[in-house]
């Protein structure tokens, strides 16, 4: 068994296929003739590194890294960084064409803050000769949720707080309404403007509309002092 090793000298500029001719002289009588095919290519190349949908709750981001050729890679040290993480340092190998998955844990938190879609990963691979820079894709998927809350305290001085939290990971358009009476309308305040206003009849509701990115609260208070009405008839 013979072993032939072929490497591409610092000329060579066109990568792809190349063919040899070979003639082994077994001895004075015999001569064996063939050949074989190599393919020339860059080390960034050779790795495909891409991801499924990643779950918000679960705190952790998935990835994988492929061998897209049919070789042994080994002793492969790879870091790895994104939105989501930095320098995860791994030292692998690959069989032909073989699928490694990666899982790294995040701040669940922080994750929340991030929206929805794919982003960029970046790695830095590195070999005996040398080292090369492959981007890949890691998506986060959707999830949309709204977290709603009201408060109410106070009794002649009454504050009415209503909340939205978008607790998911994709904007969100959020709608709060408040409904006064006609008399009581005329003692109320609010932290924030109203977008509308109607009147029917003798309640008045007021309507405000707001856009949400991952994480962002939106809150109106209503104050409604029920000590003016007294003193103005005093």
Known sequence: KIRAFVYPTSSLTEKGFYTFTYNINADLEKLYTGKFTVKIMDLKDLFEINSDSNNLDTGAMKFYIKNKE??????????????????????????????????VLVDKEELKTIAAGSYLINAEIETKNGKEKIDGTIFLGEKKEITAEEDISGFLIKTQSITRFNTGNVNE??????????ISRLFTSFNNQPDSVIREGFSVTYSWTEGLTPSEIFVVRAKTNYILPFLILI
């Open 70 to 103: 049919n070789t042994n890679l080994n002793n492969i040290k790879i870091e790895f960084s994104s939105i989501f993480f930095k320098d995860i340092q791994k030292t692998l190998n690959f069989e032909p064409y073989e699928k490694k998955e990666i899982e």
């Open 173 to 182: 358009i959020v709608n709060i309404k408040i409904e006064r009476g006609i």
